[in-house]
C-alpha cells in the first residue's frame, strides 16, 4: 500500500513545523486549536505507520516494537493537548500563566512530541541519546514554567538528576559503540541499532556488561526506578498537570523504551550477562518503595506521581522477567498504565482547579459536589489499582501468573507491593471523592472527553482484546526475548 | 610515531584528571572557575590531538567547541553571573577536603580496575581514555554532590561531560561526536547563561540550593 506522503517524515515534521509555528502565533484560541490539530495529525501519521512501514535506513527505524509506542505516544499527545486547552484557559483566567509564557508552553509541547517521537523511532543509538536528552530539556523548562518556588526547586532537581542520567546513558551509550567497533569497523554502522543487533554475538561480553550498568542507571533515572526517582514526584506535582499527563504516560514509556532496545541487543550474546536479574530487582524495589510512599501523601498529584513509579516498577519487572507471556504483560500493561494515569491526571487537573489547591486535606465529597469528575477520579483509580475488570487487572493478573509459574518467591514480593499500593490508593480516594464535601464546590469548566475517551479504552482492553492487537503484541514480545 | 602519539595522549587525558581532581578542593567561586577553564582547556588539547592522530577533521570542530564555549565564554559568563549576585565568597562544602580527595581517589581507582579489565581486548589507546574519561565522570559527580551551590553544580556537571566527550573522542572514529558535543553546549547554554540562574535569583535572591531545599513539595 502506497500513502500520498510519508508517515515517518510527517510524524517528526508536523510537531517541528507546528513547534516553530507556535512561537511566532499570537491569541490563546488560534494557538490552543493549532496544538490539537498537529497533535490529530501526527497522531494519523503515526496510525498510518502501521500499514506502510519504510525499509529502516541508517537513523530512522519503523518495526513493531517501536510502532507500539508510537502509536501510544501520539495518541496521549493528542488528547492530552485536548485537556490542555480547557487547562491552560483556566489558568490564564485564574492568572497563573501570562501569553508570553503560554507560547512558550505550547511551542515546548510540540518540541517535545517531536523529541519523544524521534527517540521512539532513532535507528541510531547516538540520535536516540540526543532526543531523549532533548526531551528532557523541554519538561525541564515546562515544569518550571510557573516560577513558584516549588516549581523552581522541582525543575532545578529534574535537570540535575536527569542530567546526571542523560550523562550516564551516554557513557553507556560510548561503550556500546567500543563493543562494535572491533566487530563492525568504524563509522556509522557502529552506532545503528539494527546493524549492532545483527553482530552482537561476537561483541566483547564484558564491554556489554558494564555498557549496560550505565544504561540501566542512566535510562532508568529517566524512567523513575527507585533509588534514582527523586525528580519524579517533584516534576509531576509542580509543573502544569497536562505535562504531568505527558511526563507519567509519555515520557517515562520512551526512557524505558531505550533500555528495551538495549536488552535485546544483551539478549543476543550468549556470554553477556542476562539483562533480566538486574531490572528484575530495581522494578521490585520500585515497586515496594513506591507502594509504601503512597500512604503518607498529602498532595494529589504528588501520590499519582508516586503510583506512577510503582506501575513503571512493575512493567520493569515484566521486561526484566521475560519470555512471551511477561513480555506480552509488560507490554499491555505500559499500555493501560500510560491511558489510564493519563486520565487520571485529567481529573486531578480540573479537580485542583475548582479546589485552588493540591492538598488532598482540602478536597472531599466530590462525587457530591462536581458529579463527573469525581466518578471520573473514582473510575480511573479503580482502574490504576487494578480491579477487575479493567485493562490494568488483565495485565497484572498476567504477570503475577507468569511470575508463580517461574519463581513463587518473587511472585509473593510482587503482589504484596501491588496490594500495598491498592490499600494506600483507596484510603486516599475514600477521603477526596466520597464524605463531606470540603473546600470550593464551584462546576469545573472542563472538557470531560479526553477522560472518558481513556477510561472507555481501558474498560474496553479489559473486556476485550482485538485478536489483531493480541497477534500485535505478541510478535513484540517474541522480538523482546 | 606510534610511541610518541600514544604517550602525548596519554599525558593530556591524565592531566584532564589530575585537573578534576584540582577541582575538588577549591574552596572559592573564581578560583573554581579558573581551574574549569583549565579543565576545557586541557580537553581542548586532548581533543586536538586525536583529531591529529586520529586524521578525524571533524574532531577539531569539537576540540573548537571545548575551547571557544567551555574554555572562554561559559567561565566568563559565570563569573559576571558570580559578581551580580555577589556570592563570591567561600563555597559551602558538605563533606571536607580531606574526605573529599579520598573519596576521588577511591572513584579514580574504581574505574581503573572496571575499565582496564573489561576492555582488553581493545585498541591500548582507547582503553587508557576510556579509563581516564570514567574517572572525570566521577570527579565531576563527586563536585556536584559535595557542593551546595548551584554554580558550582553546574561546574561539576560540566567537568562530568568533558569526561564524556574524552571517552567520545577516544572511540576510534565514532559518528555524532559534533552533534553530541553540540548538543550538550546548547544544554548548558541553557542552565548557565539563561533561565534558571537569573530565575532562582529573581525569586529566592539566592544560588545557593539549601534555600531552594527549604521549599521542597510536603510542606506547604
Do not use: C
Not at chain 1, 507500539?68 to 505516544?73: A, W
Not at chain 1, 563493543?179 to 539494527?194: C, E, F, K, Y
Not at chain 1, 523513575?224 to 497536562?242: I, Q
Not at chain 2, 581532581?21 to 579558573?34: E, I, S, T, V
Request: glycine share 8%; no cysteine; net charge neutral.
Amino acid at each position: 500500500m502506497t500513502l500520498p506522503f510519508e508517515p515517518v517524515t510527517a510524524v517528526l515534521a508536523i510537531p517541528a513545523i507546528a513547534a516553530a509555528l507556535l512561537v511566532v502565533l499570537p491569541g490563546y484560541r488560534l494557538t490552543s486549536r493549532l496544538n490539537v490539530l498537529a497533535t490529530l495529525l501526527t497522531f494519523l501519521a503515526a496510525l498510518s505507520l502501521i500499514f506502510g512501514r519504510p525499509v529502516p535506513g541508517p537513523y530512522l527505524l519503523v518495526d513493531d516494537l517501536n510502532n507500539v509506542f508510537i502509536v501510544l505516544t501520539t495518541f496521549v499527545g493528542f488528547t492530552t493537548s485536548v485537556f490542555s486547552a480547557s487547562y491552560i484557559a483556566h489558568e490564564l483566567e485564574t492568572g497563573r500563566l501570562t501569553p508570553t509564557f503560554l507560547r512558550f508552553y505550547h511551542a515546548m509541547y510540540q518540541v517535545l512530541m517531536f523529541a519523544m517521537n524521534l527517540a521512539l523511532m532513532a535507528n541510531n543509538i547516538g540520535v536516540m541519546w540526543v532526543a531523549i536528552e532533548l526531551a528532557t530539556l523541554t519538561t525541564v523548562l515546562m515544569v518550571g514554567i510557573y516560577r513558584t518556588h516549588e516549581a523552581l526547586e522541582a525543575a532545578w532537581k529534574y535537570f540535575i538528576l536527569g542530567s546526571v542520567g542523560i550523562a550516564l546513558a551516554l557513557f553507556g551509550t560510548i561503550l556500546v559503540y567500543m563493543a562494535a567497533l572491533p566487530v563492525t569497523g568504524a563509522g556509522l554502522d557502529a552506532m545503528v541499532w539494527t546493524v549492532l543487533v545483527a553482530r552482537a554475538a561476537d561483541f566483547d561480553p564484558a564491554l556489554l556488561n558494564v555498557a549496560f550498568v550505565f544504561l540501566l542507571l542512566g535510562y532508568g533515572t529517566k524512567v523513575g526506578l527507585a533509588p534514582l526517582h527523586a525528580w519524579l514526584p517533584d516534576a509531576h506535582a509542580e509543573g502544569p498537570t497536562p505535562i504531568s499527563a505527558v511526563l507519567s504516560g509519555l515520557l517515562l514509556n520512551v526512557a524505558l523504551y531505550a533500555l528495551l532496545r538495549f536488552k535485546i541487543l544483551l539478549a543476543v550474546n550468549p556470554n553477556a550477562v542476562a539483562p533480566g536479574p538486574l531490572m528484575v530487582t530495581m522494578g521490585l524495589l520500585s515497586l515496594v518503595f513506591a507502594s509504601f510512599m503512597l500512604y503518607r501523601r498529602r498532595d494529589i498529584k504528588r501520590m499519582f506521581a508516586y503510583s506512577s513509579i510503582e506501575h513503571m516498577g512493575i512493567i520493569t519487572f515484566a521486561f526484566g522477567m521475560g519470555g512471551p507471556l511477561a513480555n506480552f504483560a509488560g507490554l499491555l500493561h505500559m499500555t493501560m498504565h500510560s491511558l489510564t494515569k493519563s486520565a487520571i491526571f485529567f481529573a486531578v487537573g480540573h479537580i485542583a482547579q475548582v479546589k485552588g489547591t493540591q492538598r488532598i486535606a482540602d478536597m472531599g465529597g466530590l462525587t457530591e459536589t462536581n458529579p463527573v469528575l469525581g466518578w471520573g477520579l473514582v473510575l480511573g483509580v479503580v482502574a490504576i489499582a487494578g480491579l477487575p475488570p479493567l485493562g490494568i487487572f488483565m495485565s497484572e493478573f498476567l504477570i503475577v501468573t507468569s511470575t508463580f509459574a517461574r519463581e513463587p518467591a518473587l511472585a509473593v514480593i510482587l503482589v504484596f507491593g501491588i496490594l500495598v499500593g491498592f490499600g494506600a490508593l483507596f484510603l486516599r480516594l475514600n477521603g477526596i471523592a466520597f464524605g463531606e464535601p470540603r473546600g470550593p464546590t464551584a462546576a469545573a469548566q472542563a472538557s470531560y472527553v479526553p477522560m472518558f475517551v481513556h477510561l472507555a479504552l481501558v474498560f474496553g482492553a479489559g473486556i476485550y482484546l482485538p485478536p489483531p492487537l493480541v497477534a500485535w503484541f505478541q510478535n513484540v514480545a517474541k522480538l523482546l526475548g | 610515531m606510534g610511541e610518541l602519539s600514544y604517550d602525548v595522549a596519554h599525558l593530556l587525558a591524565g592531566s584532564l584528571v589530575l585537573v578534576s581532581f584540582m577541582q575538588l578542593y577549591q574552596d572559592r567561586l573564581y578560583a573554581l572557575l579558573n581551574i574549569f577553564a583549565l579543565h576545557a582547556l586541557v580537553l581542548t588539547l586532548s581533543v586536538a590531538w586525536q583529531a591529529y592522530v586520529q586524521e578525524a577533521p571533524h574532531l577539531y570542530v569539537t576540540a573548537g567547541i571545548a575551547l571557544v564555549f567551555k574554555a572562554i565564554v561559559i567561565p566568563v559568563a559565570l563569573h559576571r553571573i558570580i559578581v551580580k549576585l555577589g556570592i563570591h565568597r567561600e563555597i559551602e562544602t558538605v563533606v571536607g577536603v580531606g574526605p573529599t580527595m579520598l573519596l576521588g581517589m577511591g572513584l579514580v581507582a574504581l574505574s581503573m580496575v572496571v575499565m582496564l579489565r573489561v576492555t582488553t581486548d581493545a585498541d591500548p589507546l582507547a582503553r587508557q581514555d576510556l579509563a581516564f574519561a570514567l574517572s572525570v565522570v566521577l570527579l565531576g559527580l563527586l563536585v556536584m554532590v559535595t557542593r551546595r551551590n548551584a554554580v558550582s553544580q553546574v561546574v561539576g556537571f560540566m567537568s562530568l561531560e568533558n569526561g564524556l566527550v574524552l571517552a567520545a573522542t577516544g572511540a576510534k572514529g565514532m559518528p555524532l561526536v559534533v552533534e553530541i558535543s553540540v548538543a550538550f553546549s546548547i544544554l548548558i547554554a541553557f542552565i548557565v547563561i539563561g533561565i534558571f540562574l537569573f530565575r532562582i535569583r529573581e525569586r529566592f535572591d539566592s544560588v545557593d540550593i539549601q534555600t531552594l531545599d527549604r521549599f521542597r513539595g510536603e510542606r506547604r
